[in-house]
């Protein structure tokens, strides 16, 4: 039997439910408050999860940008941060 997800309406608690597939839709009891107004969660259904949604196609795109922005960013960084530790490292020769 497929294990279901339930969202509860009245108090948001979220169960696991062992149902077969015809019953899958009945009223369910939420194990917190007793109310029968629990939402199938469909998404987690069987543990369907979709892995070819990748966050590029979740986000149109726009994840490459920002992983493109913040590669820039941070080797801009490390070239500043290489740059002051090289001029630190030649101040202390120098003291020496
Ligand atoms: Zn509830």
């Known amino acids: 039997m497929p294990i279901y997800e339930y969202t509860c309406e009245s108090c948001s608690h979220t169960h696991d439910a062992m149902r077969t597939i015809a019953s899958r839709d009945e ?27 990748t966050p590029d196609k979740a986000t149109g795109g726009q994840f490459s940008q920002l992983m493109d922005k913040m590669k820039r960013s941070s080797t801009k960084d490390a070239h500043a941060t290489l740059d002051r530790a090289s001029s630190r490292n030649a101040g202390m020769w120098g003291n020496n």
């Open 27 to 53: 009223p369910i009891e939420c194990p917190e408050c007793g109310s029968s107004e629990c939402k199938r969660n469909i998404t987690s259904a069987l543990g369907a999860v979709d892995t070819t949604l």
